[in-house]
C-alpha cells in the first residue's frame, strides 16, 4: 500500500518533451498586401464618388490615398520582413521625416531649373538624391547602433518612398488646380503614372545609395564619405537621370527613325500631329526605356542583397 508524502514533501516532476523556443513574435504576414487591396478599393470608390458627384471636398482624401497608398505598403512590407530589429519609430520616421526633408531640400534647389533637358534632369537627380542621403544622415546621426547594409537598404528605401509620397502628392494637388474648376482626369492620370513607378523609383535609388552609405558607416556612429558611397551616389543619380529622360528621348528616337533628322523635340517632350504608327512606337520606347532602367536598378540592389548574409536570415 502506497501513501501520500506528508505535506510540503517535494514531488518528483515528469519532464515534458523540450519544445522548440518561441520564435520572435512577427506581425500578420498578408498586412501589407490587406492594406494594399483595401486602400486600392477605397481609392477607386472615393474617385467613382467624386467623379459623380463632383463634390470637390473629395479631392483631399484622393489624393492622399493615391499618393501614400504603395508608399505605405511598402513600409508595412519592409517592416514585416527585414526591419523588425530596427524598430517602427526608426522607419516611420525615416518615412515622414526623412521623405519631407528630402522633398523641402530638392524643391530650393532645383526650382531654377525649369526647361527640359538631359542637363536639367542631371541636376535635378544630382539635389533629389544628395538631399535624401543628407536627410537619412540626419535621422540617424545619434541611432549608432544602425549599422550594415541591411539597415541602409530598408531605411534609404523608407526616406525614398517617403520622398516620392510627398511629391506625388504635391504633383496631384497641382494637376488638379492648373486649371480652371476640379480637373479630375488630370488628377487620376498624375496619380496612376506617378503611384507606382515614381515610388517604385525613389525607393529602389535611395535603398541602394543609403546602403552602401550605412554600410560604410563607422563603428562609433559617424558617416564616412568614401569611394563607395560616392559611387554609389553617381549611380543612382545616372539611373534617376535616364529615368526621367525616358519620354523626351522617346520622342527623339520616334522623329529620327520614322522621319529622319529635324526640328529638336526633346524639350517640348511631344510629337506635332502623331501618325498611329508613331504613337504605338513612342509607347514601346517609353515603356521600354523605363523597364530598362527599372531592371538595372533592380540587379544592382540585388547584388547587393546576395552579398550581405544579414538580408538572408531576415524572416
Known amino acids: 500500500m502506497t501513501h501520500p508524502p506528508p505535506p510540503g514533501a517535494p514531488r518528483a516532476r515528469i519532464p515534458h518533451p523540450q519544445q522548440p523556443p518561441?520564435?520572435?513574435?512577427?506581425?500578420?504576414?498578408?498586412?501589407?498586401?490587406?492594406?494594399?487591396?483595401?486602400?486600392?478599393a477605397l481609392w477607386t470608390l472615393a474617385a467613382a464618388v467624386t467623379y459623380g458627384t463632383g463634390n470637390a471636398a473629395l479631392l483631399p482624401a484622393l489624393i492622399l490615398?493615391?499618393?501614400?497608398?504603395?508608399?505605405?505598403?511598402?513600409?508595412?512590407?519592409?517592416?514585416?520582413?527585414?526591419?523588425?530589429?530596427?524598430?517602427?519609430?526608426?522607419?516611420?520616421?525615416?518615412?515622414?521625416?526623412?521623405?519631407?526633408?528630402?522633398?523641402?531640400?530638392?524643391?530650393?534647389?532645383v526650382d531654377h531649373l525649369l526647361h527640359p533637358s538631359l542637363r536639367t534632369f542631371a541636376g535635378v537627380s544630382l539635389a533629389e538624391e544628395a538631399m535624401k542621403l543628407a536627410a537619412l544622415v540626419f535621422l540617424l546621426r545619434r541611432q549608432t547602433r544602425i549599422r550594415g547594409l541591411r539597415a541602409g537598404l530598408v531605411l534609404g528605401a523608407a526616406v525614398g518612398f517617403g520622398f516620392a509620397a510627398m511629391e506625388g502628392a504635391g504633383y496631384a494637388f497641382q494637376a488638379t488646380v492648373a486649371t480652371r474648376g476640379v480637373e479630375l482626369g488630370a488628377l487620376l492620370?498624375?496619380?496612376?503614372?506617378?503611384?507606382?513607378?515614381?515610388?517604385?523609383?525613389?525607393?529602389?535609388?535611395?535603398?541602394?545609395?543609403?546602403?552602401?552609405?550605412?554600410?560604410?558607416?563607422?563603428?562609433?556612429?559617424?558617416?564616412?564619405?568614401?569611394?563607395?558611397?560616392?559611387?554609389?551616389?553617381?549611380?543612382?543619380?545616372?539611373?534617376?537621370?535616364?529615368?526621367?529622360?525616358?519620354?523626351?528621348?522617346?520622342?527623339?528616337?520616334?522623329?529620327?527613325?520614322?522621319?529622319?533628322?529635324g526640328r529638336p523635340l526633346f524639350a517640348e517632350g511631344y510629337i506635332p500631329h502623331p501618325t498611329e504608327e508613331q504613337q504605338h512606337l513612342f509607347t514601346v520606347l517609353s515603356l521600354g526605356g523605363l523597364a530598362v532602367v527599372a531592371l538595372l536598378g533592380g540587379a544592382w540592389a540585388r547584388s547587393l542583397t546576395r552579398r550581405d548574409p544579414s538580408w538572408r536570415s531576415t524572416p
Open 22 to 40: 518561441p520564435s520572435h513574435p512577427r506581425a500578420r504576414t498578408e498586412l501589407w498586401r490587406r492594406f494594399l487591396w483595401s486602400g486600392l
Open 189 to 261: 492620370e498624375t496619380e496612376i503614372l506617378r503611384g507606382l513607378p515614381a515610388s517604385l523609383g525613389h525607393g529602389l535609388w535611395t535603398a541602394i545609395a543609403g546602403g552602401v552609405l550605412v554600410a560604410c558607416r563607422h563603428p562609433d556612429g559617424r558617416f564616412r564619405l568614401t569611394g563607395a558611397v560616392t559611387g554609389a551616389w553617381l549611380g543612382v543619380t545616372l539611373l534617376h537621370t535616364l529615368w526621367d529622360s525616358t519620354h523626351g528621348v522617346a520622342v527623339w528616337l520616334v522623329v529620327r527613325l520614322t522621319t529622319g533628322p
Open 65 to 109: 490615398l493615391g499618393s501614400f497608398l504603395v508608399p505605405v505598403a511598402f513600409v508595412l512590407w519592409a517592416y514585416q520582413r527585414h526591419g523588425r530589429d530596427l524598430g517602427v519609430n526608426v522607419i516611420l520616421g525615416c518615412f515622414l521625416t526623412g521623405g519631407t526633408l528630402g522633398v523641402l531640400g530638392a524643391s530650393l534647389t
